[in-house]
T-cell receptor
Framework: EDQVTQSPEALRLQEGESSSLNCSYTVSGLRGLFWYRQDPGKGPEFLFTLYSAGEEKEKERLKATLTKKESFLHITAPKPEDSATYLCAVQAGAGGTSYGKLTFGQGTILTVHP | DGGITQSPKYLFRKEGQNVTLSCEQNLNHDAMYWYRQDPGQGLRLIYYSQIVNDFQKGDIAEGYSVSREKKESFPLTVTSAQKNPTAFYLC????????????FGPGTRLTVL
């Protein structure tokens, strides 16, 4: 069974204080790992897709990296507007569940104080 | 603007009632999905559809039903058989049926009175 675990559950940072969020996963043949941002009461907003170990992607203050067991979302010099819940999800490629199902972690709630 | 719309934003249901949540997309995506989100839990897949007139159960389909009569529409009915329907419901779509990025709508919050 595919599993995704995110840590920490909650993270409080001061503005400008860089940090990382972790996403550990077990999956039968990784087809893709996805990062989303979700604001309260809204739908998840797509951030990144990573496909293979060693891959990195960046967008403004965010950088996502991938290994064979985990992914990190690095936040450099965060601002209060980066406060949100960050969701990680995996899509399996092997074994009969090839219908695009995403398995999500519980998310990390990030709060950035000014 | 292309995107996914869900309506209503808030929905209140009395015990024993069926309610239908709307999901429309103008992205020309083949695949559509319904997820349920509860506090402290990851999103869980209810139903998915890879093509018009075809849909499959996800992990938590009991008490729900769907239809896919048009490519752009994938409504979800929460029936009275769903024992704990209060949750945040999210619709998503992707261009390919079995891979690729899923894009989400704004969600519908359903509360049972």
């Amino acid at each position: 069974e595919d599993q995704v675990t995110q840590s920490p559950e909650a993270l409080r940072l001061q503005e400008g204080e860089s940090s990382s969020l972790n996403c550990s996963y077990t999956v039968s043949g990784l087809r893709g790992l996805f990062w989303y941002r979700q604001d309260p009461g809204k739908g998840p907003e797509f951030l990144f897709t990573l496909y293979s170990a060693g891959e990195e992607k960046e967008k403004e203050r965010l950088k996502a990296t991938l290994t064979k067991k985990e992914s990190f979302l690095h936040i450099t010099a965060p601002k209060p507007e980066d406060s949100a819940t960050y969701l990680c999800a995996v899509q399996a490629g092997a074994g009969g569940t090839s219908y695009g199902k995403l398995t999500f972690g519980q998310g990390t709630i990030l709060t950035v104080h000014p | 603007d292309g995107g996914i719309t869900q309506s209503p934003k808030y929905l209140f249901r009395k015990e024993g009632q069926n309610v239908t949540l709307s999901c429309e997309q103008n992205l020309n995506h083949d695949a559509m999905y319904w997820y349920r989100q509860d506090p402290g839990q990851g999103l869980r897949l209810i139903y998915y559809s890879q093509i018009v007139n075809d849909f499959q159960k996800g992990d938590i389909a009991e008490g729900y039903s769907v239809s896919r009569e048009k490519k752009e529409s994938f409504p979800l009915t929460v029936t009275s058989a769903q024992k704990n329907p209060t949750a945040f419901y999210l619709c998503a779509s992707s261009i390919e049926p079995d891979r690729g990025t899923q894009y989400f709508g704004p969600g519908t919050r359903l509360t049972v009175l």
